[in-house]
């Protein structure tokens, strides 16, 4: 994907993910009935019932609120209408009420770094550009197929899609070209 897109797309990434925190912090789920489940390295894993479905990928960072003091920790997972929760501090065995404030720019964020490790490892979609138009060449071969054929013979359509297959660097081949010829390099 060239720089320039790269570029426009980091630009416009970084607009919404300034307009998103200027707004409300994020979308605020109450949760209860918490028990402490497990500590794994420097987190403590709680377990929360929720109210509603909670709609969140693994590992978004969520801020709880609980007795108006904020801790910082991440989604673990979400099953039905319970939550586990890693929170860097542990806050006794159960906790009876509390809030999640979740982080909607988390994504954009994780897009945005994707898009700018993509600007480092210049290769890295060198098939998906050719693949969509960019930087597409057609490596000028003319090769001609020798064909086995068995009782038929390829039909035009079949012979096109043999040749493109052979003469460019990306070629798509629907189910309509399947035949049982060989290709013999």
């Known amino acids: 994907m060239s720089k320039k897109y790269i570029d426009e797309f980091i630009k416009a990434l970084d607009s919404e993910i ?52 904020n801790y ?15 929170i860097e501090e542990k806050l006794g065995v159960s906790i009876p009420k509390a809030i999640i404030n979740t982080n909607l720019w988390f994504l954009l964020e994780r897009l945005k770094d994707k898009f700018e490790e993509n600007k480092i490892k210049q290769n890295r979609f060198k ?3 050719k693949l969509f138009g960019f930087n597409f060449k057609n490596n000028n071969s003319n090769i001609e197929p020798n064909y086995t054929i068995s009782d038929k013979v390829p039909n035009q359509s079949q012979k096109d899609a043999i040749f493109n297959y052979l003469n460019n660097e990306v070629s798509i081949i629907t189910e309509k070209y399947v035949s049982f010829f060989y290709i013999k390099f």
């Open 18 to 69: 300034k307009s998103l925190k200027k707004g409300t912090y994020g979308n605020i789920v109450p949760i209860f009935n918490g028990k402490f489940k497990r500590k794994i390295n420097n987190l403590y894993i709680y377990t929360f019932k929720l109210e509603n479905f909670l709609s969140v990928m693994d590992d978004t960072p969520v801020e709880i609120i609980i007795n108006n003091k």
């Open 72 to 86: 910082k920790g991440q989604i673990i997972s979400v099953k039905g209408l319970e939550v586990d929760i890693a």
């Open 127 to 129: 098939t998906s550009d």
